[in-house]
Nanobody, 116 residues
Framework: QVQLVESGGGLVQPGGSLRLSCAAS????????MGWYRQAPGKGRELVAL???????NYADSVKGRFTISRDNAKNSVDLQMNSLKPEDTAVYYC??????????WGQGTQVTISS
């Protein structure tokens, strides 16, 4: 069974950068894709970015050109580099994984706050 642990959230001013990291353990050989979702106060959880185990990526339109997702298969981790951050990027960010047999795993979430 996959476990995910996130790190790297925090408070940053508009225009700043943050890097989120997610470390996977347990059942990692079964992972098809990993990624990040976010949930802002009063809103539903939405996709931010995904990376497949062969390296292809998908991004939400709202973060294209600003965020970059990367996966290190040797370290069993996925990172999200977030640049040019905006107040509307404020949310709890959740790491996500999908296993080949269909099992979805979520991390505990990390708060990202963009404010001056």
């Amino acid at each position: 069974q996959v476990q995910l642990v996130e790190s790297g959230g925090g408070l940053v001013q508009p225009g700043g950068s943050l890097r989120l990291s997610c470390a996977a353990s347990g059942g990692i050989d079964s992972i098809l894709r990993m990624g990040w979702y976010r949930q802002a106060p009063g809103k539903g959880r939405e996709l931010v970015a995904l990376v497949w185990n062969r390296g292809s990526t998908n991004y939400a339109d709202s973060v294209k050109g600003r965020f970059t997702i990367s996966r290190d298969n040797a370290k069993n981790s996925v990172d999200l580099q977030m640049n040019s951050l905006k107040p509307e990027d404020t949310a709890v960010y959740y790491c996500y994984s999908l296993a080949a047999h269909g099992s979805v795993t979520w991390g505990q979430g990390t708060q990202v706050t963009i404010s001056s």
